[in-house]
Structures are given as C-alpha cells and as structure tokens.
C-alpha cells in the first residue's frame, strides 16, 4: 500500500501563486521509477489531468494550465510538486496527487482544496 500525502493548498486571489506537494511512501528506487501526476476536479465536473511527470522526468500538461503550472519531482525527497502560477478562478479545485508505479498499481492522495478568488 503506498500513502500520498498532499499538501500546499489554500486560498489565493486571482494573478497569485500556490505550491502543491505530494510525499510518497514508496522506497526511492519506486518513487524514481514511478510516473506521477495531478489531478484536480471541481464541483459538478470530472476529474482531469492538470501535469504528469514520468520517472525519466517528461512532463505533460492540460491545455488550460499550459504556461502557468510546473510540474516537478524531488527523487532524494520522494516527492512531487506543482507550482501554480497566475492563477484563475477556474483553477478552484480539489487537487490530488497520483502515481503509476512500474508494475501498474495506482494510487491516489486524499486531495487538497485549491480556492482562487476574483
């Protein structure tokens, strides 16, 4: 069983920043091998991929947060960050944190609340 634990969330107002951080449980020869990624889902809607970061350190994006988030991954920490930047109120979310490990389990985080305000 692996844990995620998000953190980082809260309430900002539009134009400002966040840093999400997600800590995984897994061992550090795992965690490098393991993709991981975002997710966020808002009221009424369906989860959906904000960033993925893949062990070998590729990374993609939704198109709504293209330019504005950065994915990155701390292998000596086992940890996962998004940086949030210019955020907008359609960024308001709850935001999980999830991993593929190599042999295909998936796991997800508890989530954290993003609130962006006009």
């Known amino acids: 069983q692996v844990q995620l634990v998000e953190s980082g969330g809260g309430a900002v107002q539009a134009g400002g920043s966040l840093r999400l951080s997600c800590a995984a449980s897994?061992?550090?020869?795992?965690?490098?091998?393991?993709?991981m990624g975002w997710y966020r889902q808002a009221p009424g809607k369906q989860r959906e991929l904000v960033a993925g970061?893949?062990?070998?350190?590729?990374?993609d994006y939704g198109d709504s947060v293209k330019g504005r988030f950065t994915i990155s991954r701390d292998n000596t920490k086992n940890t996962v960050y998004l940086q949030m930047n210019s955020l907008k109120p359609e960024d308001t979310a709850v935001y999980y944190c999830?991993?593929?490990?190599?042999?295909?389990?998936?796991?997800w985080g508890q989530g954290t609340q993003v609130t962006v305000s006009s």
């Open positions: 999830n991993t593929a490990l190599p042999r295909g389990e998936v796991y």
């Open positions: 897994t061992s550090g020869i795992i965690f490098r091998l393991s993709n």
């Open positions: 970061i893949t062990g070998g350190g590729r990374t």
